[in-house]
């Protein structure tokens, strides 16, 4: 379904199966309310996570894309997300040449005992993006082609 | 009868066309000269061959063949229809300012979709609808060379109308049916015999200013018994990169590859521009591959223009000499040099007499 | 493929702010999906059965569960759809009560979201395979960590089934904590005499070989087969010939090295022997206090050792071990208390800790069970017990109950009033924390019928009165008065901690741990001593401050666990692994060289480098796959184009 | 210098299959790849600001053979990097060297003579490029026209060679100061995006920027064209375009040596080095790495700390 | 190192009650290099009953001295007094903390504060940014053989979270000082304890008590001298010790400086610029036993 136009912006979230599912588990577990925006892609580990997922979110229109991981050091693969965050920290450094915003897109790490602490990541990051607004997909089409379609539907 | 269109008429004049019809035209963008659709926003840009020539008005780089659905019926979700619409897009269109050559590109497009067997309703539907309406060369670039593949500055294979630059302005003269209604604009006047000599006369000095056209007459032939000759293909493909920029800016390369492109339960069939040039243009689903390496694949894009499409075509060379895979090329290769030395090459004779 | 659809109502749980119905309707549109209800318990029987009715019926080939987490249910419904004759990786959960109906209760929003969970769940599923796991041979010897009575139960259940067990202790001795203590609560029975023939047991049985002084070092491989080095750390006495005689300690010169087991109450030698009881009975030397080693003079301990035992060259040793489970039982340590500068943050010497306290109360301690004052030596008439030291304290960064402290507190109350008959016992509490068997009634004793005085509030501030002894001024809530107490000693009673370094340990493990070091449980309910690593479990304090009984029963749960898990003829890999696809591998080699674990080989195909994946190696985390540039390597049921359509599919509308 | 470099290679010739070098193409402006087999091809070798191929592109399709490969600074660091990923191996390449002054920008020099289709002569000496085209004679400084890379180069002499040919010239600058990206970046985020639309629009996906690139060592497996996995369809919208950019930029971080042959080989010109170029600033400043100038040093990407020294991940 | 150099807030104590300590500051940071630029125009804290009925109101007394003090390009204020610390550093916390409140308080100030300074104590300045050694370097009369027991008080350190200096329990900052300038410092206990200050009016008897414990303390362990850092607690034991002695039928002769005034007196300062004989109880007897008692030893 659609976000829900005016309320909700397209947030997508990729968390690991171990510590961030499970902190974003225990959130809901103890009812720690959180904004309604965020979809959560599960994979295993943070090191699954290609930063080219986030970049194709925003290239499909996503206006905000959250990784999240195990704490360093506390990776279930011992090593995943020390490369994670190598590649992410530099990916969010990338995407402002491409002009999006780098608030856009965060990555952090909450542990599956951390309920509170994932509850105030959505929140905060969901904020963030709101104050940004939302980001225009890039067209699936020619720009021409797509003069001619909005022309054509006034 | 040639009509006169002073320079400074050209805008209004093909404001005036725009109103029949969508005016396709080269415009500045960036650092490159492309042919795009003629807004107030972009600058026309004719005083060079555009980066890109205007294949893709009539054969676009991606275009949607059909959309398809899957519609599930409300009773039993379990049975599922498809609904199949085919897209023909097409709508009356002018070209303008395409080079002699870019327009006996058409000629060669025409030969491949519509005067075969099958033909291609996509392309006949935007061909029926287009006209095109070309520039003349006055002056030759070094990487032209139209003359040695039948065309020429002043060509109008291709072509509804044909521009001469000349001073002040331009010499129009119709040439098809099509372009004979272009005639009655009230822009254009008569052209007097002091411009038609003048375009007369520049025209000569650009054909001179191309290098003398070698004889190709024997070149089917050569290149056939080059076929299995993989040491030539080897030196000459050495510094191809196996891009794609040749057969893309090429104005007769019409290879396609058709996609389906499906996203949840709606998608459409599209067509492509596909690249010889490519590992993937012949890579089979097992796996092999029988043009593996780049000396195979540049063997078959000249043996494809300058051998088998001709044997197929009445001897038509799908080439038109506008010389863009050469001055677009990255590492400059040029086809001129490789045609060359394959009509050079002496065949290994004591080998074939040996089997 | 044919996709059945089941939204669980979780009773009111989903039900309460999620329209399941809308989002079974709306699920039906989704591709290939052909059937989707809601149902009220997806995970209870007739839940089950109703799937597996559904797949006959409609011949399903996939379903998707919304419900509850996948890290929850995902098993269960596994097998449901095995039962129902369909391969059990043909299955995807939508989350919809964790991540949405718990989370918010805009009923239109939350039925929104729970769609699009669904949709990205169908739109991974249709791109799944079924899967087979590999079933591969298991190692059945298990590692114990920690020689805590929790770890001695473990080592002991599962030595006792037949398996072998290595036991590696961090100390010289055994033991843990409870050796420490003089008495234990409600029964107040010696713990040296309960726990001592236990700790013999170890010694003695031919299943167990115990590792003291020594340390893991690193854990490689995975459940059923791992490979775990352990440091043997330099005692620089060769304990195959030690026969713990004591000669040495008696003959030690260097008379100001700490004593660890008594709680560094009194200085102790540089060779020792912990205490008489100690498993095993060996001395060891510490090394930055031994004149020998420090100074390379004296040397007196060589010189007396009847069996010549004492070898100043010795190093640490790095032995191989292989395992194929592992029982972490590290225990806890106590908080360091000197942050509480209002107690004189130790500038007091009559501020000592309970586990001090307890040497002091102990027969084998320095003080032979005299109670005496550290600073004259005196015996106290008034004793000052400070219970929640680092316990239910957020300013000292400790939240949490240790649990544990209001009873041996109550113990210790009671063994002043034995040991001093004329001394008065002061406690200050927060509240009394006394819910298991008999304990209650303990506490109760200790202030009825001993005496002790108990004031419910915390101390702000212990001082010196200047006159010898210690003002100890404090609320008292119910009195709702400030109250001051002068002390002869004071007692506080120090909350636990997680075991120094057990953040470290966690990592060699790969297991999780809390923001207070205390490794996490699989599941705070359902598995208490299981955690996320397959082959690795929880036995003891090392998972939460626990007292003797529930460490006790924490190491016989850990070992009936190693034992059902060794009960199976092999084990079967998870095969959500990596595949390379060698037509588009390029040999590159970067999957390899990023592998935490070694899983992928490069070999040669057609003399062509590629990469190869060890399946029962392989972990399924997915680095390879995020790192090979051509997606050559892809991670089954998590492939490239899983993810992508999971995007493209919340990105469309 | 040039006739030093051809003797060199000469000597060296019988020992390979060939040396690959630059030669000159189809009019005086435009070199070419040029491949020596035999002494007498030695003699078409050029060396100047017009030798704008990197060569190393080639060198992993001959790994096995034993080829010569004459470098600039810049390529050598292609060569360095190749040698790093084992995609060639050391024995089987001879590196000619020699130092660089810097190369041509034909875009640049296209907007001062208006259209480099009709050029008649070229000269270059001591900095100054002459260039003779439809009768008229135009004087450039080599600044002036150089390609942007030229103007942050800090390596002008090959970082490794077998046969270093002249004398090592100083680099430019000692600093890559990016002000290209600064620049660029001073513009709003929108107006950011709205460049790139219009930029990729252009794009014909010919993938002469990946071909061209020495470090696109997939070849013939670019995700780009694969359906399994299916990252990219083959629309010619500029999502597609765009992320292709995404990809290639995020495949070569902490590879690239900004070398600049994909912005180069771009039929369309359009300016896609700067995706690379803020890859590479953001691993300069996050690791300290220059790309290309240790064969034997591991790539940011492939490796980690457990402490970082320059990610604040958790402040965030 | 550059010259240590800071916006000076004196305080109104300083203008009376506790001349001598504001006397002794500046001659101790002038002797030390250290230049207080006092703030031009300052007004009142807002320690008045001002912050128990209105925050806006006590935050803008406050504010309006660290706009001016940022006016002067200072980063950084200084003050004697903990009072006064507390409310400036309480008024420049809330206003970083929120832009809602500094807008109110803003509305209520003429000129409008932009960059809030930090705020310190003289006393932290001299410990963190100079330290104990700069100290020792310039002592030329060491206070040998002067047994002091230092006594914070009870708002120079909290809340901790305010203050972020030193330990809220057991703080060591003026005895280190104190160590630097070669007096013996005892084992202190109560150095953080009320002295009675804030009931010094209403509830006589409680100053009686809570002060008269700590002399009785401080003469227990042996002091020669209590050493402060604030006007109220050194007001208390000082100017009220006989009051004490008659209360609590004590016979305490301790004299109470400023530890400004010890180290003063240890950099050979006049007696003059020291203010010492603004004091209550005699100081003499003990400055003149220095160095004495450990020739005698």
Same mark, same amino acid.
């Given at each position: 379904?659609?976000?829900?136009?005016?309320?909700?912006?397209?947030?997508?979230?990729?968390?690991?199966?171990?510590?961030?599912?499970?902190?974003?588990?225990?959130?809901?577990?103890?009812?720690?309310?959180?904004?309604?925006?965020?979809?959560?892609?599960?994979?295993?580990?943070?090191?699954?996570?290609?930063?080219?997922?986030?970049?194709?979110?925003?290239?499909?229109?996503?206006?905000?894309?959250?990784?999240?991981?195990?704490?360093?050091?506390?990776?279930?693969?011992?090593?995943?997300?020390?490369?994670?965050?190598?590649?992410?920290?530099?990916?969010?450094?990338?995407?402002?040449?491409?002009?999006?915003?780098?608030?856009?897109?965060?990555?952090?790490?909450?542990?599956?005992?951390?309920?509170?602490?994932?509850?105030?990541?959505?929140?905060?990051?969901?904020?963030?993006?709101?104050?940004?607004?939302?980001?225009?997909?890039?067209?699936?089409?020619?720009?021409?082609?797509?003069?001619?379609?909005?022309?054509?539907?006034? | 009868?040639?009509?006169?269109?002073?320079?400074?008429?050209?805008?209004?004049?093909?404001?005036?066309?725009?109103?029949?019809?969508?005016?396709?035209?080269?415009?500045?963008?960036?650092?490159?000269?492309?042919?795009?659709?003629?807004?107030?926003?972009?600058?026309?840009?004719?005083?060079?061959?555009?980066?890109?020539?205007?294949?893709?008005?009539?054969?676009?780089?991606?275009?949607?063949?059909?959309?398809?659905?899957?519609?599930?019926?409300?009773?039993?979700?379990?049975?599922?229809?498809?609904?199949?619409?085919?897209?023909?897009?097409?709508?009356?269109?002018?070209?303008?300012?395409?080079?002699?050559?870019?327009?006996?590109?058409?000629?060669?497009?025409?030969?491949?979709?519509?005067?075969?067997?099958?033909?291609?309703?996509?392309?006949?539907?935007?061909?029926?609808?287009?006209?095109?309406?070309?520039?003349?060369?006055?002056?030759?670039?070094?990487?032209?060379?139209?003359?040695?593949?039948?065309?020429?500055?002043?060509?109008?294979?291709?072509?509804?109308?044909?521009?001469?630059?000349?001073?002040?302005?331009?010499?129009?003269?119709?040439?098809?049916?099509?372009?004979?209604?272009?005639?009655?604009?009230?822009?254009?006047?008569?052209?007097?015999?002091?411009?038609?000599?003048?375009?007369?006369?520049?025209?000569?000095?650009?054909?001179?200013?191309?290098?003398?056209?070698?004889?190709?007459?024997?070149?089917?032939?050569?290149?056939?018994?080059?076929?299995?000759?993989?040491?030539?293909?080897?030196?000459?493909?050495?510094?191809?990169?196996?891009?794609?920029?040749?057969?893309?800016?090429?104005?007769?390369?019409?290879?396609?590859?058709?996609?389906?492109?499906?996203?949840?339960?709606?998608?459409?069939?599209?067509?492509?521009?596909?690249?010889?040039?490519?590992?993937?243009?012949?890579?089979?689903?097992?796996?092999?591959?029988?043009?593996?390496?780049?000396?195979?694949?540049?063997?078959?894009?000249?043996?494809?223009?300058?051998?088998?499409?001709?044997?197929?075509?009445?001897?038509?060379?799908?080439?038109?000499?506008?010389?863009?895979?050469?001055?677009?090329?990255?590492?400059?290769?040029?086809?001129?040099?490789?045609?060359?030395?394959?009509?050079?090459?002496?065949?290994?004779?004591?080998?074939?007499?040996?089997? | 493929?044919?996709?059945?659809?089941?939204?669980?109502?979780?009773?009111?749980?989903?039900?309460?702010?999620?329209?399941?119905?809308?989002?079974?309707?709306?699920?039906?549109?989704?591709?290939?999906?052909?059937?989707?209800?809601?149902?009220?318990?997806?995970?209870?029987?007739?839940?089950?059965?109703?799937?597996?009715?559904?797949?006959?019926?409609?011949?399903?080939?996939?379903?998707?569960?919304?419900?509850?987490?996948?890290?929850?249910?995902?098993?269960?419904?596994?097998?449901?759809?095995?039962?129902?004759?369909?391969?059990?990786?043909?299955?995807?959960?939508?989350?919809?009560?964790?991540?949405?109906?718990?989370?918010?209760?805009?009923?239109?929003?939350?039925?929104?979201?729970?769609?699009?969970?669904?949709?990205?769940?169908?739109?991974?599923?249709?791109?799944?395979?079924?899967?087979?796991?590999?079933?591969?041979?298991?190692?059945?010897?298990?590692?114990?960590?920690?020689?805590?009575?929790?770890?001695?139960?473990?080592?002991?259940?599962?030595?006792?089934?037949?398996?072998?067990?290595?036991?590696?202790?961090?100390?010289?001795?055994?033991?843990?904590?409870?050796?420490?203590?003089?008495?234990?609560?409600?029964?107040?029975?010696?713990?040296?005499?309960?726990?001592?023939?236990?700790?013999?047991?170890?010694?003695?049985?031919?299943?167990?070989?115990?590792?003291?002084?020594?340390?893991?070092?690193?854990?490689?491989?995975?459940?059923?087969?791992?490979?775990?080095?352990?440091?043997?750390?330099?005692?620089?006495?060769?304990?195959?010939?030690?026969?713990?005689?004591?000669?040495?300690?008696?003959?030690?010169?260097?008379?100001?090295?700490?004593?660890?087991?008594?709680?560094?109450?009194?200085?102790?030698?540089?060779?020792?022997?912990?205490?008489?009881?100690?498993?095993?009975?060996?001395?060891?030397?510490?090394?930055?206090?031994?004149?020998?080693?420090?100074?390379?003079?004296?040397?007196?301990?060589?010189?007396?050792?009847?069996?010549?035992?004492?070898?100043?060259?010795?190093?640490?040793?790095?032995?191989?071990?292989?395992?194929?489970?592992?029982?972490?039982?590290?225990?806890?340590?106590?908080?360091?208390?000197?942050?509480?500068?209002?107690?004189?943050?130790?500038?007091?010497?009559?501020?000592?800790?309970?586990?001090?306290?307890?040497?002091?109360?102990?027969?084998?301690?320095?003080?032979?069970?005299?109670?005496?004052?550290?600073?004259?030596?005196?015996?106290?008439?008034?004793?000052?017990?400070?219970?929640?030291?680092?316990?239910?304290?957020?300013?000292?960064?400790?939240?949490?109950?240790?649990?544990?402290?209001?009873?041996?507190?109550?113990?210790?109350?009671?063994?002043?009033?034995?040991?001093?008959?004329?001394?008065?016992?002061?406690?200050?509490?927060?509240?009394?924390?006394?819910?298991?068997?008999?304990?209650?009634?303990?506490?109760?004793?200790?202030?009825?019928?001993?005496?002790?005085?108990?004031?419910?509030?915390?101390?702000?501030?212990?001082?010196?009165?200047?006159?010898?002894?210690?003002?100890?001024?404090?609320?008292?809530?119910?009195?709702?008065?400030?109250?001051?107490?002068?002390?002869?000693?004071?007692?506080?009673?120090?909350?636990?901690?997680?075991?120094?370094?057990?953040?470290?340990?966690?990592?060699?493990?790969?297991?999780?741990?809390?923001?207070?070091?205390?490794?996490?449980?699989?599941?705070?309910?359902?598995?208490?001593?299981?955690?996320?690593?397959?082959?690795?479990?929880?036995?003891?304090?090392?998972?939460?401050?626990?007292?003797?009984?529930?460490?006790?029963?924490?190491?016989?749960?850990?070992?009936?666990?190693?034992?059902?898990?060794?009960?199976?003829?092999?084990?079967?890999?998870?095969?959500?692994? $990596?595949? @390379?696809?060698?037509?588009? !591998?390029? &040999? *590159? /080699?970067? %999957?390899?060289?990023? #592998? +935490?674990?070694? =899983?992928?080989?490069?070999?040669?195909?057609?003399?062509?480098?590629? $990469?190869? @994946?060890?399946?029962?190696? !392989?972990? &399924? *985390? /997915?680095? %390879?796959?995020?790192? #090979? +540039?051509?997606? =050559?390597?892809?991670?089954?049921?998590?492939?490239?184009?899983?993810?992508?359509?999971?995007?493209?599919?919340? !990105?469309?509308? | 210098?040039?006739?030093?470099?051809?003797?060199?290679?000469?000597?060296?010739?019988?020992?390979?299959?060939?040396?690959?070098?630059?030669?000159?193409?189809?009019?005086?402006?435009?070199?070419?790849?040029?491949?020596?087999?035999?002494?007498?091809?030695?003699?078409?070798?050029?060396?100047?600001?017009?030798?704008?191929?990197?060569?190393?592109?080639?060198?992993?399709?001959?790994?096995?053979?034993?080829?010569?490969?004459?470098?600039?600074?810049?390529?050598?660091?292609?060569?360095?990097?190749?040698?790093?990923?084992?995609?060639?191996?050391?024995?089987?390449?001879?590196?000619?060297?020699?130092?660089?002054?810097?190369?041509?920008?034909?875009?640049?020099?296209?907007?001062?003579?208006?259209?480099?289709?009709?050029?008649?002569?070229?000269?270059?000496?001591?900095?100054?490029?002459?260039?003779?085209?439809?009768?008229?004679?135009?004087?450039?400084?080599?600044?002036?026209?150089?390609?942007?890379?030229?103007?942050?180069?800090?390596?002008?002499?090959?970082?490794?060679?077998?046969?270093?040919?002249?004398?090592?010239?100083?680099?430019?600058?000692?600093?890559?100061?990016?002000?290209?990206?600064?620049?660029?970046?001073?513009?709003?985020?929108?107006?950011?995006?709205?460049?790139?639309?219009?930029?990729?629009?252009?794009?014909?996906?010919?993938?002469?920027?990946?071909?061209?690139?020495?470090?696109?060592?997939?070849?013939?497996?670019?995700?780009?064209?694969?359906?399994?996995?299916?990252?990219?369809?083959?629309?010619?919208?500029?999502?597609?375009?765009?992320?292709?950019?995404?990809?290639?930029?995020?495949?070569?971080?902490?590879?690239?040596?900004?070398?600049?042959?994909?912005?180069?080989?771009?039929?369309?010109?359009?300016?896609?080095?700067?995706?690379?170029?803020?890859?590479?600033?953001?691993?300069?400043?996050?690791?300290?790495?220059?790309?290309?100038?240790?064969?034997?040093?591991?790539?940011?990407?492939?490796?980690?700390?457990?402490?970082?020294?320059?990610?604040?991940?958790?402040?965030? | 190192?550059?010259?240590?150099?800071?916006?000076?807030?004196?305080?109104?104590?300083?203008?009376?009650?506790?001349?001598?300590?504001?006397?002794?500051?500046?001659?101790?940071?002038?002797?030390?290099?250290?230049?207080?630029?006092?703030?031009?125009?300052?007004?009142?804290?807002?320690?008045?009953?001002?912050?128990?009925?209105?925050?806006?109101?006590?935050?803008?007394?406050?504010?309006?001295?660290?706009?001016?003090?940022?006016?002067?390009?200072?980063?950084?204020?200084?003050?004697?007094?903990?009072?006064?610390?507390?409310?400036?550093?309480?008024?420049?916390?809330?206003?970083?903390?929120?832009?809602?409140?500094?807008?109110?308080?803003?509305?209520?100030?003429?000129?409008?504060?932009?960059?809030?300074?930090?705020?310190?104590?003289?006393?932290?300045?001299?410990?963190?940014?100079?330290?104990?050694?700069?100290?020792?370097?310039?002592?030329?009369?060491?206070?040998?053989?002067?047994?002091?027991?230092?006594?914070?008080?009870?708002?120079?350190?909290?809340?901790?979270?305010?203050?972020?200096?030193?330990?809220?329990?057991?703080?060591?900052?003026?005895?280190?000082?104190?160590?630097?300038?070669?007096?013996?410092?005892?084992?202190?206990?109560?150095?953080?304890?009320?002295?009675?200050?804030?009931?010094?009016?209403?509830?006589?008897?409680?100053?009686?008590?809570?002060?008269?414990?700590?002399?009785?303390?401080?003469?227990?362990?042996?002091?020669?001298?209590?050493?402060?850092?604030?006007?109220?607690?050194?007001?208390?034991?000082?100017?009220?010790?006989?009051?004490?002695?008659?209360?609590?039928?004590?016979?305490?002769?301790?004299?109470?400086?400023?530890?400004?005034?010890?180290?003063?007196?240890?950099?050979?300062?006049?007696?003059?610029?020291?203010?010492?004989?603004?004091?209550?109880?005699?100081?003499?007897?003990?400055?003149?036993?220095?160095?004495?008692?450990?020739?005698?030893?």
């Amino acid at each position: 379904m659609p976000v829900l136009e005016g309320r909700e912006l397209r947030i997508i979230g990729f968390l690991c199966n171990w510590c961030s599912y499970g902190g974003a588990d225990t959130a809901g577990v103890a009812r720690f309310d959180q904004p309604t925006d965020l979809r959560i892609i599960r994979v295993p580990c943070s090191g699954r996570i290609d930063p080219l997922f986030v970049a194709k979110a925003f290239m499909n229109g996503a206006d905000g894309v959250l990784v999240s991981g195990c704490h360093p050091r506390d990776c279930h693969y011992a090593e995943g997300n020390f490369y994670a965050r190598r590649r992410l920290e530099v990916f969010k450094n990338f995407i402002s040449v491409l002009g999006i915003e780098p608030e856009r897109f965060e990555y952090t790490w909450v542990s599956a005992s951390e309920g509170q602490r994932w509850q105030e990541v959505v929140t905060k990051f969901t904020n963030q993006v709101h104050t940004l607004g939302p980001l225009a997909p890039v067209p699936e089409i020619s720009l021409d082609r797509l003069a001619a379609t909005e022309t054509a539907q006034p | 009868m040639a009509k006169y269109l002073k320079k400074d008429d050209l805008g209004s004049w093909l404001k005036e066309l725009g109103e029949t019809y969508k005016v396709i035209a080269p415009v500045e963008e960036g650092d490159a000269v492309v042919f795009r659709r003629l807004t107030d926003e972009r600058t026309l840009r004719i005083d060079r061959q555009a980066t890109q020539g205007p294949k893709g008005v009539l054969f676009p780089a991606c275009e949607e063949l059909v959309s398809f659905k899957y519609v599930k019926d409300p009773e039993n979700p379990e049975k599922t229809k498809v609904e199949v619409k085919e897209t023909v897009e097409a709508e009356p269109t002018l070209i303008f300012g395409a080079r002699p050559c870019d327009a006996r590109g058409f000629d060669v497009f025409d030969g491949a979709f519509t005067k075969c067997a099958v033909k291609d309703n996509y392309y006949m539907a935007r061909r029926e609808q287009a006209i095109v309406v070309s520039l003349a060369c006055t002056k030759t670039e070094t990487t032209c060379f139209c003359n040695w593949v039948g065309g020429s500055p002043d060509g109008t294979g291709g072509s509804d109308v044909l521009l001469t630059p000349v001073t002040g302005g331009y010499l129009v003269e119709a040439v098809t049916d099509k372009g004979e209604a272009l005639m009655g604009g009230k822009l254009l006047s008569d052209a007097d015999d002091a411009r038609q000599a003048e375009a007369k006369k520049l025209l000569q000095e650009a054909k001179d200013s191309l290098r003398e056209a070698p004889d190709f007459d024997c070149m089917p032939e050569q290149l056939y018994a080059l076929f299995d000759n993989m040491d030539f293909w080897e030196k000459q493909s050495a510094k191809c990169i196996s891009c794609g920029a040749c057969t893309y800016l090429c104005p007769t390369c019409h290879c396609f590859n058709i996609t389906d492109e499906q996203q949840g339960k709606e998608g459409s069939r599209i067509r492509s521009w596909d690249n010889c040039m490519s590992h993937m243009f012949t890579n089979e689903a097992s796996g092999h591959n029988p043009r593996p390496t780049k000396a195979y694949r540049l063997k078959n894009r000249v043996g494809h223009k300058f051998c088998y499409f001709p044997d197929m075509h009445d001897g038509h060379i799908a080439c038109v000499g506008c010389g863009r895979c050469i001055k677009s090329c990255p590492v400059a290769l040029d086809i001129r040099e490789v045609v060359t030395a394959a009509k050079e090459c002496r065949l290994p004779e004591e080998e074939t007499s040996d089997d | 493929m044919k996709i059945g659809v089941f939204v669980c109502h979780c009773g009111s749980n989903i039900e309460g702010t999620v329209d399941t119905k809308t989002v079974a309707e709306a699920s039906l549109d989704f591709p290939e999906v052909t059937f989707a209800t809601d149902t009220m318990y997806a995970c209870s029987e007739p839940g089950q059965d109703g799937i597996i009715e559904a797949i006959e019926e409609h011949k399903l080939d996939g379903v998707v569960v919304a419900s509850c987490t996948p890290r929850m249910h995902e098993p269960t419904f596994r097998k449901t759809l095995e039962r129902a004759g369909l391969n059990p990786y043909m299955f995807e959960m939508a989350n919809i009560r964790e991540h949405v109906s718990w989370i918010g209760k805009d009923r239109e929003a939350n039925t929104n979201k729970a769609a699009d969970l669904v949709r990205i769940a169908v739109e991974k599923l249709r791109r799944n395979q079924p899967l087979t796991p590999k079933e591969f041979d298991i190692n059945r010897r298990v590692l114990v960590i920690g020689g805590g009575v929790a770890g001695i139960q473990a080592a002991l259940d599962c030595a006792e089934a037949g398996l072998e067990v290595v036991m590696v202790e961090r100390e010289s001795t055994i033991g843990g904590k409870m050796a420490k203590l003089d008495k234990t609560f409600p029964t107040v029975d010696c713990s040296s005499c309960i726990l001592g023939p236990r700790m013999v047991e170890i010694a003695q049985h031919p299943n167990i070989t115990l590792y003291a002084y020594s340390e893991v070092e690193s854990v490689s491989g995975y459940v059923g087969n791992f490979e775990v080095q352990v440091k043997k750390k330099a005692t620089y006495v060769d304990w195959a010939k030690c026969t713990g005689c004591g000669e040495c300690v008696e003959k030690c010169p260097s008379r100001k090295a700490p004593d660890p087991f008594n709680e560094l109450l009194a200085p102790g030698r540089a060779i020792n022997i912990p205490f008489p009881q100690a498993i095993p009975k060996k001395a060891y030397i510490q090394a930055e206090h031994c004149i020998k080693l420090t100074k390379d003079k004296c040397g007196n301990c060589a010189k007396v050792c009847p069996s010549d035992a004492i070898n100043f060259e010795a190093k640490d040793e790095i032995i191989t071990e292989e395992v194929g489970g592992i029982i972490a039982a590290t225990g806890y340590d106590l908080f360091d208390w000197t942050v509480y500068e209002e107690y004189g943050g130790g500038r007091y010497p009559d501020v000592v800790t309970s586990l001090q306290y307890e040497r002091m109360l102990s027969a084998s301690g320095p003080t032979g069970g005299h109670v005496k004052r550290p600073s004259d030596g005196k015996e106290p008439k008034k004793v000052v017990f400070i219970q929640c030291v680092g316990s239910r304290d957020k300013s000292v960064g400790r939240p949490y109950c240790s649990g544990f402290c209001c009873m041996y507190t109550a113990k210790q109350a009671i063994l002043t009033k034995d040991h001093i008959p004329d001394s008065e016992s002061y406690v200050f509490y927060m509240d009394i924390r006394a819910p298991g068997k008999l304990y209650d009634e303990f506490t109760r004793r200790a202030m009825e019928e001993y005496g002790a005085q108990y004031i419910r509030g915390r101390v702000g501030m212990v001082y010196p009165d200047g006159e010898g002894q210690l003002v100890v001024r404090g609320a008292d809530t119910l009195m709702g008065t400030q109250v001051e107490v002068k002390a002869d000693l004071v007692v506080l009673a120090v909350g636990a901690e997680a075991a120094k370094n057990s953040p470290q340990l966690a990592e060699k493990l790969r297991i999780s741990y809390d923001a207070y070091g205390f490794f996490m449980e699989g599941h705070p309910k359902l598995k208490p001593v299981e955690t996320n690593t397959a082959g690795v479990y929880l036995a003891g304090a090392c998972q939460g401050a626990k007292d003797i009984p529930a460490s006790v029963g924490q190491g016989s749960a850990a070992a009936a666990k190693v034992i059902g898990l060794f009960s199976k003829e092999k084990l079967k890999s998870d095969p959500q692994t $990596a595949l @390379v696809d060698i037509k588009r !591998c390029i &040999g *590159c /080699g970067k %999957c390899a060289e990023t #592998c +935490p674990f070694g =899983a992928i080989n490069m070999t040669e195909f057609r003399g062509q480098p590629k $990469a190869e @994946v060890l399946e029962t190696v !392989c972990q &399924g *985390c /997915g680095l %390879c796959a995020a790192t #090979c +540039p051509q997606g =050559a390597v892809q991670l089954k049921h998590f492939t490239d184009n899983q993810i992508l359509a999971e995007v493209e599919a919340l !990105c469309r509308f | 210098m040039l006739e030093q470099l051809k003797d060199t290679i000469k000597k060296a010739l019988p020992e390979l299959d060939f040396v690959i070098g630059w030669g000159m193409g189809f009019d005086a402006l435009h070199a070419t790849p040029l491949f020596m087999y035999e002494p007498e091809d030695v003699d078409k070798l050029v060396w100047g600001p017009l030798n704008v191929h990197n060569l190393a592109t080639y060198l992993p399709a001959l790994k096995g053979r034993k080829v010569g490969i004459v470098v600039k600074g810049c390529d050598s660091r292609s060569v360095a990097e190749l040698l790093q990923e084992n995609l060639i191996n050391r024995e089987d390449v001879v590196i000619f060297g020699a130092p660089c002054r810097g190369t041509v920008s034909l875009t640049k020099i296209r907007k001062v003579i208006g259209n480099t289709g009709l050029i008649e002569d070229v000269n270059y000496a001591d900095g100054t490029l002459t260039v003779k085209a439809e009768g008229a004679s135009h004087e450039m400084a080599l600044k002036d026209i150089r390609a942007d890379k030229c103007g942050y180069c800090r390596f002008p002499n090959a970082v490794l060679s077998d046969h270093f040919v002249g004398e090592k010239r100083a680099p430019q600058v000692e600093e890559d100061t990016f002000e290209d990206l600064a620049e660029f970046e001073s513009q709003p985020f929108e107006e950011r995006r709205d460049f790139w639309m219009k930029e990729m629009d252009r794009c014909i996906r010919c993938y002469a920027c990946r071909n061209a690139c020495p470090l696109c060592v997939c070849r013939d497996h670019c995700v780009a064209q694969s359906r399994d996995p299916h990252w990219l369809s083959q629309q010619d919208g500029v999502r597609d375009k765009f992320m292709f950019q995404i990809i290639h930029a995020t495949h070569l971080a902490g590879r690239c040596t900004t070398c600049g042959e994909c912005e180069r080989a771009c039929p369309v010109d359009i300016p896609v080095l700067l995706f690379k170029r803020k890859f590479t600033k953001a691993i300069k400043d996050t690791f300290d790495y220059d790309a290309g100038l240790d064969p034997e040093a591991t790539p940011p990407l492939l490796a980690f700390k457990a402490n970082e020294d320059n990610i604040k991940e958790k402040e965030w | 190192m550059s010259k240590l150099s800071y916006a000076y807030y004196p305080g109104c104590s300083g203008q009376g009650t506790s001349m001598e300590y504001e006397m002794s500051t500046r001659a101790l940071c002038e002797a030390l290099d250290i230049d207080l630029k006092e703030i031009p125009d300052w007004s009142c804290c807002g320690s008045t009953p001002a912050h128990a009925c209105d925050h806006v109101l006590s935050a803008a007394l406050s504010g309006r001295n660290l706009g001016l003090a940022a006016d002067m390009g200072e980063d950084c204020v200084l003050t004697p007094c903990p009072s006064c610390l507390t409310n400036l550093k309480n008024a420049g916390q809330h206003m970083s903390g929120s832009e809602e409140f500094k807008e109110k308080v803003n509305k209520l100030l003429d000129e409008p504060i932009g960059e809030i300074p930090d705020v310190k104590s003289v006393l932290q300045i001299l410990f963190e940014d100079l330290g104990p050694k700069g100290v020792k370097e310039k002592v030329i009369k060491p206070l040998s053989g002067l047994k002091v027991v230092t006594y914070y008080g009870c708002i120079l350190t909290r809340p901790p979270k305010l203050m972020e200096f030193d330990s809220e329990e057991n703080p060591i900052s003026m005895d280190r000082l104190m160590e630097a300038a070669g007096a013996k410092v005892l084992p202190f206990p109560l150095k953080t304890e009320c002295c009675g200050a804030s009931h010094g009016v209403a509830r006589k008897d409680l100053v009686m008590k809570l002060s008269g414990k700590l002399l009785d303390m401080a003469e227990q362990l042996g002091a020669d001298a209590v050493v402060t850092a604030c006007p109220l607690c050194q007001m208390n034991l000082d100017l009220r010790q006989g009051q004490v002695n008659s209360a609590n039928k004590t016979s305490h002769k301790l004299p109470v400086f400023y530890y400004t005034q010890l180290l003063g007196w240890a950099l050979g300062l006049p007696q003059a610029q020291l203010g010492l004989d603004k004091l209550c109880v005699n100081p003499m007897p003990a400055l003149r036993g220095i160095g004495k008692k450990e020739d005698a030893a």
